[in-house]
């Protein structure tokens, strides 16, 4: 059974080094209900880093939870309002920051967590979404009206994929299992030449 504690020990070893050297953080991405805020948070503790929630940035700046904010502004006010706090955000080295669902429909914010994060894309079938999601209509999911969540899948999907370092599946229950995973695609990611990296 892998063990998210020795898999952190190697991470530390094989690339803290290289981290450090290249100011690097992890963000991850993903449709709602993806895990980015569970899985982060058990990221970043193993890995001795802090955790930053994006849409925890969000309800205290605006002093409201994000339907609120969709019921009385819409879907592309909160849009905006992650593009203005993400654009700007100053994301410290060590730092696992999970985001909004909706991020990678602002290139500049995008643009702004790239130059100092690998972007992570955690992956998750549309059934098993659905399955974790039961209060869609008071999640705060900034969508068109009507939008299926079949749909919003299919649009987010190809974004998700643009924006991505790393992609990782999470159809699995065992989040510890997930996390391991993602230590040794970083791993592996970070031994990897990116010179040619043209982000």
């Known amino acids: 059974m892998l063990r998210t504690s020795i898999s952190a020990n190697n991470v530390r070893k094989n690339f ?20 980015k805020s569970t899985i982060g948070k058990l990221l970043a503790k193993s890995l001795g880093w802090h955790f930053v929630d994006t849409d925890d940035k969000i309800r205290l700046h605006a ?28 994301i410290n080295s060590r730092t696992v920051v999970a985001t909004g669902g909706s991020i990678v429909y602002s290139q500049k914010a995008m643009r702004h967590i790239s130059k100092t994060t690998v972007i992570i894309y955690l992956r998750v079938p549309v059934p098993i ?8 209509d008071n999640r705060g999911i900034a969508c068109e009206p009507n939008q299926t969540f079949e749909d919003l899948f299919t649009e987010r999907n190809l974004l998700y994929q643009k924006y991505s370092d790393l992609c990782i ?5 065992d989040i510890e299992k997930t996390v391991a ?5 970083l791993c592996d990611y970070f031994r990897t030449d990116r010179s040619d990296d043209t982000r």
């Open 16 to 35: 803290f080094k290289e981290i450090d050297e290249q100011s690097r953080s992890i963000a991850l991405i993903g449709m709602p209900g993806a895990g």
């Open 129 to 136: 979404l659905m399955n974790r999601i039961h209060d869609f």
């Open 181 to 185: 995973e993602i230590s040794i695609q």
């Open 169 to 173: 599946d999470c159809d699995k229950s």
């Open 63 to 90: 002093g409201l939870c994000l339907q609120d904010i969709l019921n009385q502004s819409g879907y592309l006010y909160l849009r905006e309002l992650e593009e203005k706090l993400l654009s700007k955000m100053q």
